[in-house]
């Protein structure tokens, strides 16, 4: 008898531990090993440092884009070259990417359905008589959702997923931005300090004459002493406008994503007067093509989802639990079934906190829009005063640079001095810099309203598109 239990006490052994081998081998299959991945800050600082046109994936990129073969390597960097430039190298875009993927990531996630459970039991009798003193049992534990709810939650997810991918492109926006702000910075302080170093040349050459003439007696001090005032002062203008010029350079490198050495190395293009452009339907298309609007938008179906999700909650999901055993030799099916009542609460807080946040997004879906509309309005009417200002300025210029060719034809004629000459030129310089100064702010009103817009007023960009800027320099960051 002892021999027997003993046998019967082996094979219980081995079919539990054939139950357990299975289940872990079952369960084990396609597990995933963790890899570190630790920061490492000086290779970070010096791969942002190593960051150059000449990159061979940045030609690549430049191609992907469209732009011109025979116009590679770039000779010439303007708004357009440098923008391309930023949303390939500028770091901000990966961290929206990295969001973007994590997000998809809980898409993955909502969609995925509950795991089976498996359970299984072993038990022995004390009391048997001519039977196996052991009872086994196995059984699968089969989670049911209802109401809808997997389908909610997949819902909500590829709202956030959409919102994520949609900030990617308004964060691509901003670094346009910044770039194209930063170029026209650079190169205004470089346009006003070559002007400024003519206003200095002419005011020297002023100030020596008046000398001159009153040694002569034909100038009083207070003629001298004023050109030496205006000299001083337009030295010290120029002297403070060149020395803007490298801080400016410095920033506008950061902002296209490049290192000093390698902007140091670029030729842009210097400063020009860009024609007026058209203000009608502008208000149609920033409440429609904003970016944060559509963002907005995003993210209010994925509070709509939410709430449905909690909702579905109200009903309770089910678990199947289907075994079967062998109760000393007596084989026994059976089938129960498990859920949880919600009788109590009916899931209402969940609810209640679900649509009030619903009703969050409506009112910053309102707040966003009440201020593009303020933000275009303001925006529209600084522009249009600076263009305003703009054609006054150049309708002055020109009517100066007639009355400097007179002047000049009457020097060359004999009928008018080089003194005379001379500050006709200074009033010539004086107009250009007024001129060149309202080109400046009609042009920085212009980037403003087309940040309002998000999108640029003419075709000198083009923004790739949200799946584009999504995946773009993906290799590189990894």
Known sequence: ??????????????????????????????????????????????????????????????????YPNNQVPISLWGENELSLSALFFHPDLNVDRAQWRAAQAAQIT???????????????????????????????????????????QIAQAAGLSEAARIE????AWQVHSRVAKSLLEYQYSVAQSAILKNEVALRT???????????????SNIEVSNARIALQKAEQAFMAESGRISSLGAALANDAGLSMNAFSQLKVQ?????????????????????LDIRASLARYEAAEAKLRLEIAKQYPDLTLSPAKSLDQGDKIWSLGFSS???????????????????EVEVAQFEALQAKVIGDLNQAKAAYQAALDANTKARI???????????????????????????????ENIIAEQSTLSTAYKMQITKLNLEDVLQRPLDSRFTLPNANDLAINNTNRNN
């Open 270 to 290: 210097p400063f020009a007067k860009a024609e007026p452009v058209s203000l009608n339907d502008l208000q149609y298309e920033a409440l429609l093509n904003r």
């Open 396 to 426: 002055v210029l020109t009517s100066q640079q007639k009355r400097t060719e007179q002047t000049e034809h009457q020097f060359n004629a004999g009928f008018a001095d080089r003194l005379e000459l001379s500050t006709t030129q200074l």
């Open 205 to 219: 050459a002023i100030a020596d004459m008046l000398m001159k003439r009153l040694d002569a007696g034909m100038a």
């Open 110 to 152: 909502a969609a995925q359905r509950p795991e089976i459970g498996i359970s299984g039991s072993a038990d022995n009798h004390a009391q048997h008589k001519n039977k196996s003193p052991w009872t086994y049992a196995l059984g699968i534990d089969i989670p049911i959702v209802t109401a809808g709810k997997r389908e909610a």
């Open 1 to 66: 008898m002892a021999k027997e239990i003993l046998s019967l006490n082996l094979k219980a052994s081995i079919h539990i531990a054939s139950m357990m081998s299975l289940t872990l081998i079952v369960s084990g299959c396609g597990f995933q090993s963790y890899l570190p991945k630790p920061i490492e800050p000086k290779k970070i600082a010096s791969k942002l440092e190593q960051r150059s046109v000449s990159d061979a994936d940045f030609k690549a990129y430049l191609s992907a884009q469209n």
């Open 340 to 358: 949880l009542l919600t009788l109590i609460n009916k899931n209402r807080g969940m609810i209640a906190e679900a649509t009030a946040l619903r």
């Open 168 to 171: 990617i492109a308004q964060t």
